[in-house]
């Protein structure tokens, strides 16, 4: 039997040219349920894009982003523990710059998407923000936030896309 149809070799699908950054909100006000839902989700986000697209960045932000995983980089063990051992400390949410950053991440994939996981309390200014996701725009990388909080404060005033 050559019947490719019942005897090929199965192999897994197609990557997907995707540039995705997910940013997760570390400021003092994600402290409790909220940080506990933000990485709840981007655990499960990041699980089911690592099966289909190569480029998936991590960063964490509030008074500084941080960068926990670049996007040409694979997923490690250290990726992992910077994540679990992350805390809820900072004094003020940067929205802005963590947007700035994300996008200059977003270089690899035809579509571009950045991923902001927060409470909607920031430091910065809605119309700061909203310009931010404006030029992110102009880049091609667009910006979705969700809200993990109790109560989603802002985001729609700030992001287009939530």
Same mark, same amino acid.
């Given at each position: 039997?050559?019947?490719?149809?019942?005897?090929?070799?199965? #192999?897994?699908?197609?990557v997907r040219d995707y540039g995705i950054v997910i940013a997760i909100d570390t400021s003092l006000s994600m402290r409790g349920l909220a940080f506990a839902n933000a990485?709840?989700?981007a655990y499960v986000m990041i699980g089911a894009l690592r099966a289909t697209i190569e480029h998936v960045a991590v960063v964490m932000y509030g008074q500084t982003v941080r960068i926990v995983k670049p996007v040409d980089a694979p997923? #490690?063990?250290?990726?992992?523990?910077?994540?679990?051992?992350?805390?809820?400390?900072?004094?003020? #949410?940067?929205?802005?710059?963590?947007?700035?950053?994300?996008t200059a991440m977003c270089?690899?994939?035809?579509?571009?998407h950045v991923f902001m996981f927060t409470d909607g309390h920031t430091t910065d200014p809605p119309a700061a923000i909203a310009a931010a996701?404006?030029?992110?725009?102009?880049?091609?990388?667009?910006? #979705?936030?969700i809200g993990c909080g109790t109560m989603q404060l802002g985001l729609e005033r700030s992001y287009p896309r939530y």
């Open positions: 039997f050559t019947d490719t149809r019942f005897f090929s070799t199965k #192999t897994g699908g197609p990485m709840t989700c997923w #490690t063990p250290e990726c992992d523990a910077r994540m679990l051992t992350a805390t809820c400390d900072d004094h003020g #949410t940067h929205d802005v710059e963590a947007i700035r950053i994300a270089t690899e994939g035809r579509e571009k996701v404006d030029a992110a725009g102009n880049d091609g990388v667009e910006v #979705t936030a």
